[in-house]
């Protein structure tokens, strides 16, 4: 049984700083033979869900323009947990923002983003701005 499990979000100001995290179990973020992509996606209020940052097996991340060098993605394989230090945060970055893992079939750089191509997912954790 496959479980994410989001934590660090929180009630920040503008220009402040958090560090969510993503706890797997039942699925290994450094085997390729689980897990090929894990990513962060946020919900905000009155829109659809989109991709903010993800990683391939190779260590390639892809970004959405949006949170370019303010987001940073990363993960800890020892701990089977992935991370993302949002900084210099912005009202609109207001989201419930839940972390996502593939299946082990690969898939291009340019679909790192893509929800659709996500299998298991997280209950999310709330960031709010203001």
């Known amino acids: 049984h496959v479980q994410l499990v989001e934590s660090g979000g929180g009630s920040v100001q503008t220009g402040g700083s958090l560090r969510l995290s993503c706890a797997a179990s039942?699925?290994?973020?450094?085997?390729?033979?689980?897990?090929?992509?894990i990513g962060w996606f946020r919900q905000r209020p009155g829109k659809e869900r989109e991709g903010v940052a993800a990683?391939?097996?190779?260590?390639?991340?892809n970004y959405a323009d949006s949170v370019k060098g303010r987001f940073t993605i990363s993960e800890d394989n020892a701990k089977n947990t992935l991370y993302l230090q949002i900084n210099s945060l912005k009202p609109e970055d207001t989201a419930m923002y839940y972390c996502a893992a593939t299946g082990s079939t690969w898939m291009p750089w340019s679909l790192l983003l893509a929800s659709y191509k996500y299998t298991y997912w997280g209950q999310g954790t709330q960031v709010t701005v203001s």
């Open positions: 039942g699925v290994t973020y450094a085997s390729t033979h689980d897990v090929n992509c």
């Open positions: 990683i391939d097996s190779d260590g390639s991340t």
